[in-house]
């Protein structure tokens, strides 16, 4: 599994956790932050997919 997966899943976690920290306590900085921390962990999260993808179809 690649690292990217891994990072990104992690890297997404802790966006929601500030976004919804940031939505509880009324910081628009935190929520955007957290938001823009989410979309980075999904597409990093994606990439580690393909890369995934890729090294099983050079296996074959």
Do not use: Y
């Amino acid at each position: 599994m690649s690292s990217n997966r891994i990072e990104g899943a992690a890297h997404k976690a802790a966006g929601a956790i500030k976004e919804a920290a940031g939505k509880i306590t009324g910081n628009e900085n935190l929520e955007i932050e957290g938001a823009a921390e989410k979309v980075a962990g999904d597409a990093q999260n994606k990439i580690g997919k393909a890369q995934d993808k890729l090294a099983d179809e050079l296996k074959k």
